[in-house]
Structures are given as C-alpha cells and as structure tokens.
C-alpha cells in the first residue's frame, strides 16, 4: 500500500498493514518499510514518522553508501577486524587475529551487493552455532526449558519469546560482545518464567547473567552499528 497519506520524508516510504501489537520500521538502500496494525490511524502515523525523520534519512543515506562500496572491515563479538575478501572455489569466513577473510565465486568479487549478501548468510549460518551454544550453557540453570528457538532478521527487536515458549534471537548479536548476546538469550530465556517485565522478570535475568545491566547499556549504545550488512 503506497504511503500517499503519509509526509514527505525524503525516501520511498511503503505502508504495510498487518495485524500486529507494535509498530516497527524497516529500513535499506532501496527505501523504507511502515509495518503497522490496520486499527493504528495514519495522522498517528504521520507524526510518528516526522519525529524519526532524522534517524531515517541517516540509515538510508548509509544503506545506500554500503551498497555502493565492498565491505572493508567486520563486527565480529564486539571487534573490528579488517576484512579480506577473496577468490575460491568455496565460500567460507574465516576469523585470524585482528582480521577476517570472505572466500566467495570469483563472479561475485567486484559486486559490492553481492559480497554482502554473502557475508550476512555466513554470519547467520554462524550464530546459529554460537546461538546453540549459549542456550546449551543456560539449560542448567533453567526452571523452564523453550519449546524452540528461531534465528530472527527483525530490525526493531533483538529477540522474543511467545507464550508457546518459542524464543527469537537476532542473528546480527553476532556480532555484539559475546556478554551482550549472552544477556539478549539471558532476558528471552526469562521471558519462559515471566511474560512481562515485572521485578520478578528482572530478578529472573539478573539470577541468569548478574551483568545484565551493563550488556543492555551497550546495546542501546552500539547496536545500530550491528547493521551493516543488513
């Protein structure tokens, strides 16, 4: 549905309605995405979207500069490492000290978009492993078990649980530090106890990572560089 009712903001701006609690934004190179209930009135909308104005063109003006350019450096568990990218038979990232090395189809090596495309499939084929890892560790500590997980692409949120105790983690916690994934999984693994959050729920993330705090501190802090490849 064409956002004709909505204001100029400078970008190809698409309105979807769908049933849904929250509003959420999804932003890329090739414009922006508006995901809202059918019941939220557009003049909310509206005024919504002019007080994000700023933040917008700022993560569209970067997709757009991200597409255009092959990626020179990766955030890999909350470091910079200088990205090398390279010719083989085989695609494969491979993590050295103070670097990382993309191996991807000769064809795709002068193709920015592509080379992207094919850092963000490994980087997600990578934390799910990582993923896997970190719930495993917290299953001892757990009075309720998930009946499963899901990696996620969401763009607003870094995980959920439902009341079938199905968890969502975001594949791009990747690329945060290894305690800030770890209190992401912490807070949705609480979720399984407490479906709000309530002090019981904090005390509950606070018994399963005491560092929690600090983590959250520096998600509101850097998450949007987690980003950069989509």
């Not at 490492?81 to 103070?98: I, K, Q, S, Y």
């Not at 560790?137 to 649980?161: D, E, N």
């Not at 992401?184 to 606070?206: K, P, Q």
Request: glycine letters at 6%; a positive charge.
């Amino acid at each position: 549905m064409p956002a004709s009712s909505l204001p100029e903001l400078g970008l190809p701006l698409t309105l979807i309605r769908r049933p849904r609690k929250r509003v959420s934004l999804r932003v890329g190179a090739a414009g922006a995405e508006l995901i809202a209930d059918p019941a939220v009135p557009v003049a909310w909308l509206a005024d919504w979207l002019e007080q994000k104005k700023g933040w917008l063109l700022e993560r569209y003006r970067a997709a757009r500069r991200a597409g255009q350019t092959p990626p020179a450096s990766l955030l890999w568990q909350g470091r910079a490492l200088a990205l090398e990218c390279r010719a083989g038979t085989r695609a494969g990232l491979r993590f050295t000290d103070g670097a990382a090395c993309l191996t991807v189809p000769a064809r795709e090596l002068a193709d920015a978009e592509a080379l992207r495309a094919r850092l963000s499939a490994l980087l997600q084929s990578r934390a799910r492993t990582v993923f896997n890892e970190s719930l495993a560790a917290f299953g001892p500590s757990l009075m309720r078990k998930p009946a499963a997980w899901r990696l996620s692409s969401a763009r607003s949120r870094w995980g959920s649980c439902n009341a079938a105790g199905v968890v969502r983690l975001n594949w791009r916690l990747v690329m945060a530090p290894p305690a800030v994934l770890s209190y992401v999984v912490a807070h949705e693994l609480a979720h399984l106890m407490h479906m709000n959050h309530s002090a019981a729920f904090w005390s509950e993330v606070d018994r399963l990572h005491p560092s929690w705090r600090a983590d959250r501190d520096w998600l509101k802090t850097h998450g949007a560089s987690l980003f950069s490849f989509g």
